[in-house]
């Protein structure tokens, strides 16, 4: 059937036929044969002057696209240089090189001071430039991603999620990465960041959103070096040193890149939860006073241009991550009539180890259709070593357990895409991929207070077979569209070695349909109307056997019997001039959220990540970038209700909530650029979830020397309210608790470039869609 399916999709899909469009593409520059980085570009009817197309200049130069066959005029004009217009016959994709001449008005000295857009807006989607000096200062890509508009970094900052959608997919380019890779790459190497909030249907199928991620690109023959070095002010030192280079030359382009981060990170978080049928009460207290942290980051590739189309490239990205902490927990702890005071000291190694490498092949088979077909293969191995040590009502602290564990995943995927203008310029993509994983969970808990082992040794193997057919074009030339449909066979097998009978055994086959039509209802304003089903699979590690101690009557457990979570949206877009606004709504099925769980008759609760019945939500957003002189601003503003709901637990009222992010900077010289910005949260009620309000403010000042020298200086959470809090009732425990993050940070950084190329022309493709599961 599944077959069947693909094959009327592909037979249906090259009936259709719509309007041929092209893509304008551009460089300017100055006499000097430098890039002008500021300015606009319009593309106007030749009839009639009617604006068809607006962009602006950066460093990459122009780019114009779904522009129809015809004849129009190009006009470009930046401050300080005559105006550029000429007349363009437009029947295929165009690359123009354009030079413009100096303003012909003589001055004795002129300081001409702009800032460029911080972030641009279309459909709804924000493209935030990362070129600008207060964001490509920043080390950590992490924290980059926590200082842009409509994200969330989580409190133990291993993850993000977009507002509204949940985790993101990211890609560099058009090429899928992982968030392990997202880590290895420099900031520094980073054009721009598009948080796109209804992807088409060309994304797979686990994708509400897609943070789009574009590096900086120059086909100049040579090498370029960056060095950098941030020293950060927390509640203790932390360092990041890193280096990155590349270098081309003819035919084949070479990249790598090393950073070590030594950090000491602090970490903490209070929970408070009773079991009032068992009539028990618990409140701890979790400590990480210095985790020392050692990261290494590196990566490295190969990209070979056969000829104009034709490439193959090579990548691998490695991760090591040490950590060695010390754990104090304080609990109170009352079950019945006994009431204990515990001190918990908890020594813990932990290793992470990720490697990924890929092979790409693309192949113009014809005039008309593109190949590529990929092959990846990742590994991630876990060791956690961990010894308990309890100190019971001010007596001694006696040694009760001694914990070995160990996870490993080995993930082996395969792809094969092709892509065919039909005619009158509709684009028709297709194509399959298999993802095979096998995973490996080793426990052994030593109870030396009972001379007891525990020994799990738990198997989970998951293969994943897609197919996938989309369609685009245009209907008329105001009527854009994408549709697709996506098919995925998904079996997932869990088992303990020592049972006979498998824990985990399901076979499910899914379809996925997307589709979003735009209509323009003049050359500023459009609206776009969108459809998606996805689907959220859980982490790898969290379906695992996996536990972390927390304190004597709490663990933290994987969840084997985790399922998927299925994902309806609709929603629709209004775009006037640089300004949008958009509703949103959705509805989910067996959502994931962590929660304390209890089971009468058990000595401990179980901390973990849990399905929950339903959940619907209706969200708002209105965003307005501004620029003025030397002032830029990026402003979002988000209404949203969330419901979520469970038979297990108590629900409480929904309330709409406010988020509101904005961001500030002032160019005062040419080299030196002042921010000031923040964003905020009013308090959620999410049906079961109460969480707190939130107002966080960041201010920063770069300053670049000698156009090679890059300083700078930030001061994060200022308000030093980064604290995550949270109340739920659910299945018969009420949990209150509350996890600080330690954000509040004055960091200084000098980065250092020589060289003569910013980024050599590189284009290498993940083939693993669930390289984000890995971890």
Known sequence: MQKNSFLFLVLFCSLINAQTSFTITGRVLDNDNKMIT???????????????????????????????????????????????????????????????????????????????????????????????PVFSSIPDPMELLSRLPSLQVSADRESVSVLGKGAPLMYMGNQRISMEEFYAVAVDDISSIEIIRNPSAKYEANGRAVLLITRKINNIEGGKVNLSETLSFKRNFNKY??????????????????????????????????????????????????????????????????????????????????NNAIIDTDTFLRQGTNEDDIITETDNENIKDFISGNLNYQKKLSAKTNMF????????????????????????FVISELRKQRYRINVLAYRLDFDEALTQGLKWEFGANISDARANALTNNEFLETDAILDIDYDYSEKNIAGYSTLSGKISEKIDFSAGLRIENNVVQGEEEAEDIPLVNRKNTNLFPKANLTVALDSTKNITFNYAKSIDRPNYSNASSIQVFFNPFLEGEGNVNLLPTLTDELSVVYQFAKNSISIEYYKRKNPMYYTISYTAGDDRAVFSLKNLERESGIDINFTAPMTKGIWTSSNTVSISTKNIRDASATSTSIRPYLYLYTDHQFKLRKDTVISLGGWGLTKRSEGIFERNPMLVLNAAITKTFFDRLKCSLRFNDITKAMNFEERYSINGVNAEGVYFVDAQEVAFSMKYSFGKTKEPDYKNKNVDENLDRIR
């Open 241 to 322: 040193s890193d280096i990155n280079g590349s270098y081309k030359k003819g035919k084949v382009t070479l990249k790598a890149n090393l950073a070590y981060n030594d950090l000491l990170q602090w970490e903490s978080h209070q929970f408070e939860f009773a079991i009032p049928d068992a009539n028990i009460l618990s409140d701890y207290l979790i400590l990480v006073d210095k985790n020392d942290r050692v990261e290494i980051n590196s990566g490295g590739g190969l990209f070979y241009q056969i000829n104009d189309t034709d490439y193959f490239s090579a990548n691998v990205t490695h991760r090591l991550q040490d």
């Open 373 to 396: 077909a990929g092959l990846q293969y990742s590994s991630y191995d876990q060791r956690l070593n961990t010894e308990i040590a309890n100190n019971f009502n001010a007596t001694e």
């Open 38 to 132: 500021v300015g606009d570009v319009l593309l106007l009817a030749d009839k009639d002057n009617t604006l068809i197309k607006y962009t602006i200049l950066n460093e990459l130069g122009f780019k114009l696209e779904d522009i129809a066959s015809g004849t129009y005029r190009i006009q470009i004009s930046s401050l300080g240089f005559e105006t550029y217009e000429r007349n363009l016959i437009v029947d295929r994709n165009k690359g123009l090189s354009i030079k413009l001449e100096p303003s012909t008005t003589t001055l004795e000295e002129v300081a001409v001071i702009a800032a460029k857009p911080i972030t641009t807006n279309k459909r709804g989607d924000l493209k935030i430039d990362v070129t600008n």
